[in-house]
């Protein structure tokens, strides 16, 4: 059910690559693809670009996203998934939304919650989709900060049916530019992925993240892939 991909599809790439220069390590809305404890101040802006790329079978994803701090722990976003090569996906328009609802003062302590659509535009295999998570959050003074939380998939967004299950995240700062970082969906499914990595921040507002996707099956099928994302605060 895939097409070739175009050279459209480029173009719609480094167009975005120009507009968009990307985000930054103090407010992003993943910590690689796991919604991290951050949320954007009110009237912070930051665009995203993500890609993938799997040396079996070589094959190359793009999603761009672009998220704004509403305030009152709120943050919103939009994210346009299914740009691939040298194939077309599926591709979906995805608006987010993720609230805190509590962050306590001292001890580093938090909870948020949210909520992401998904409306397929092009090579429709469903009308829509949803994925709900809640997580809790634990940052401490050295540097360190855990989040465990739970998610749920509706049917045909990560497989043919409903899926649920756990998601959990680790950072470790290093220093003021570099962060170890890990993250963890669990499940059978095009979300279950092990994805360790690092953060590294190139300039003030400019910051690069990679880690290495390892599937929670499927490892010797050739499941497993390179993960990058630029991001750019626009203020």
């Excluded at 969906?185 to 993240?209: D, M, Q």
Aim: charged residues 15%.
């Amino acid at each position: 059910m895939r097409r070739p991909r175009s050279i459209k599809s480029f173009k719609f790439l480094l167009l975005f690559l120009t507009i968009f220069p990307l985000r930054s390590a103090y407010a992003q809305e993943t910590v690689f693809d796991v919604p991290s404890a951050d949320i954007l101040d009110n009237g912070k802006v930051y665009g995203e670009l993500d890609g993938t790329v799997r040396p079996v079978n070589l094959f190359a994803t793009f999603t761009p996203r672009v998220v704004v701090g509403i305030g009152h722990g709120i943050e919103v976003g939009m994210n346009f998934d299914g740009l691939s090569a040298p194939t077309l996906e599926q591709y979906e328009i995805s608006p987010t939304v993720k609230w805190r609802v509590w962050k306590a003062k001292t001890s580093g302590w938090s909870f948020f919650v949210g909520d992401d659509l998904f409306f397929p535009v092009y090579l429709r295999t469903y009308n829509a989709g949803n994925y709900a998570y809640a997580t809790l959050a634990k940052e401490w003074k050295h540097g360190t900060r855990i989040t465990a939380g739970a998610y749920d998939f509706t049917r045909n967004v990560v497989a043919k049916a409903n899926r649920a299950g756990g998601q959990f995240t680790f950072e470790q700062t290093l220093n003021k530019r570099f962060t170890l970082a890990a993250e963890w969906y669990t499940g059978n499914n095009a979300a279950g992925y092990v994805n360790p990595g690092a953060i590294v921040k190139l300039t003030s507002k400019l910051t690069f993240y990679a880690a290495y996707q390892i599937g929670n099956a499927g490892v010797t099928n050739g499941n497993h892939q390179f993960l990058w994302e630029f991001g750019y605060n626009f203020n």
